[in-house]
C-alpha cells in the first residue's frame, strides 16, 4: 500500500489557483477503495476529486490522476490515528489523576486533548498552506477540449 500508485480518470469539472476538480464516475472498485478521504460524493454515479492542476487543464479535459499510497497513509493517520492516540492517552492518564466521577472528567479531558489536537492542526495547516502536498495530482491530460 505504501509504494503503490492509484490512477484513476476523469474530466476537469473547474480549475483555478492551482487546484482542479475531477469528475471520477463511480464504479464498483470505489466501494473498496483506499482513496476515499480523498473523493467527495457528487450526486448519485460521480464522486468530485480535487487535485492539484500543474499542467494547466480547463473544463471538459479528460485527465489521468495519481494518487500515492504512502500520501493516503499520511493523511489516514492524522486524521484518524493522532485523534485516536489522544483520546486513549486522555482516557488513561483521566482515569489516573481524577479521583471524582473518573469516568467523566476522564471523558472531558480526552475530548478536550483532541479538540485541542483539531483546532491546532487546522491552524498550522491553512499556515503552511501544506494541504496541496497531499493533493493528488495529474499526471496527463488525453482529450484537450477545444
Known sequence: MYNEKLIEEGIVKESK???????????ENCKECTAKLYCKPGNSNERSLAVKDNLGVTTGDRVRVSINGSQILRVSFLIYGIPLILLLAGLFTGMLFFQIHKELYSTIFAVGLVSIYIVIFRLID?????????YPEIVSVSDRKL
Open 126 to 134: 491553512k499556515k503552511r498552506n501544506s494541504h496541496l502536498q497531499s
Open 17 to 27: 489557483d492551482g487546484i482542479a476538480t475531477i469528475v471520477i464516475s463511480d464504479s
